[in-house]
T-cell receptor, first 111, second 115 residues
Framework: EDKVVQSPLSLVVHEGDTVTLNCSYE??????LLWYKQEKKAPTFLFML????IEKKSGRLSSILDKKELFSILNITATQTGDSAVYLC???????????FGQGTRLTINP | DAGVIQSPRHEVTEMGQEVTLRCKPI?????LFWYRQTMMRGLELLIY????????DSGMPEDRFSAKMPNASFSTLKIQPSEPRDSAVYFC?????????????FGEGSRLTVL
């Protein structure tokens, strides 16, 4: 059974800190790993990674995938209170359209 | 574009009642997904459709759950009879191509409370 495990489940930091969120996975015929941000409502797409070792970057957020060790990290530098959200990691397998989601990491940024 | 539209946004019902959740995907998207989110289990895929045809319903918890997609612009998820353990946020999502392109768009969710 495909499985995605995120850690930590919860994280509280101060504004300006840098955080690293972890995602490990087991999936048959890995195709892609996706990161989503969920604030009060619907998850919104952040990144998709398919190749190992290539960093995706968007402003203060970046993510990298290690297909050998079966994990990904999401880094957020110079955190702001607006970064407070649940960050979800999801994995898609070859030939399957569905995504399997992890439990999420609840990130709280205190001013 | 209006995005994925779900209704109702909130539903409170009593155990044993029938619940129908509705979803309008983004126009032109050919894949539609129903997810359920709880604190305990996170986001779980219930069922997905491709070109209005159910492809994988292995996530549907039991026979009390059913989903239909009669046309490209409308889908329903029905629970009959509902139970307290069905309380969750139900998300509908749609995509234009196979989901591993990354473009999976979620609706705002329907929060269901079964008393």
């Amino acid at each position: 059974e495909d499985k995605v495990v995120q850690s930590p489940l919860s994280l509280v930091v101060h504004e300006g800190d840098t955080v690293t969120l972890n995602c490990s996975y087991e999936v048959t015929n890995f195709r892609s790993l996706l990161w989503y941000k969920q604030e009060k409502k619907a998850p919104t797409f952040l990144f998709m990674l398919t190749s190992s070792g290539i960093e995706k970057k968007s402003g203060r957020l970046s993510s990298i995938l290690d297909k050998k060790e079966l994990f990904s990290i999401l880094n957020i530098t110079a955190t702001q209170t607006g970064d407070s959200a649940v960050y979800l990691c999801a994995v898609g397998g070859q030939g399957a359209q569905k995504l399997v989601f992890g439990q999420g990491t609840r990130l709280t940024i205190n001013p | 574009d209006a995005g994925v539209i779900q209704s109702p946004r909130h539903e409170v019902t009593e155990m044993g009642q029938e619940v129908t959740l509705r979803c309008k995907p983004i126009s032109g998207h050919n894949s539609l997904f129903w997810y359920r989110q709880t604190m305990m289990r996170g986001l779980e895929l219930l069922i997905y459709f491709n070109n209005n045809v159910p492809i994988d319903d292995s996530g549907m918890p039991e026979d009390r759950f059913s989903a239909k997609m009669p046309n490209a612009s409308f889908s329903t998820l029905k629970i009959q009879p509902s139970e307290p353990r069905d309380s969750a946020v139900y998300f509908c999502a749609s995509s234009l191509a196979l989901v591993y392109t990354g473009e999976l768009f979620f609706g705002e969710g329907s929060r269901l409370t079964v008393l």
